[in-house]
């Protein structure tokens, strides 16, 4: 089992910066990759960031040059770096654990809300 914990998320001005943070505790060896997803209101959840162990990253073009998504080598913790916040980005920000396997561990989320 493993398990997701998020932080960081809070409300913030236009062009303001956050930094989101995930802690995984649990069965933590079966991790291969992880990802930030978020969901705004009326919306459809969508994937952002993500990393994998062996350090390849990828994000979605929406937030590319603005995010940065980080971890420690065992991906234990995971970070999201955010900067040049938009109302766009208002959203809950879920991080998520892909095992060997394919499947998918889900934290409970952490609101983001940027101000006009």
């Known amino acids: 089992q493993v398990e997701l914990v998020e932080s960081g998320g809070e409300l913030v001005q236009t062009g303001g910066s956050l930094r989101l943070s995930c802690v995984v505790s649990?069965?933590?060896?079966?991790?291969?990759?992880m990802a930030w997803y978020r969901q705004a209101p009326e919306k459809e959840r969508e994937l952002i960031a993500a990393?994998?162990?062996?350090?390849?990253?990828n994000y979605v073009d929406s937030v590319k040059g603005r995010f940065t998504i980080s971890g420690d080598n065992a991906l234990n913790t995971v970070f999201l770096q955010m900067n040049s916040l938009k109302p766009a980005d208002t959203a809950v920000y879920y991080c998520?654990?892909?095992?060997?396997?394919?499947?998918?561990?889900w934290g409970h989320g952490t609101q983001v809300t940027v101000s006009s």
């Open positions: 998520v654990a892909e095992d060997f396997d394919g499947y998918d561990y």
């Open positions: 649990g069965n933590t060896d079966v991790i291969n990759a």
């Open positions: 990393i994998t162990k062996a350090g390849n990253r």
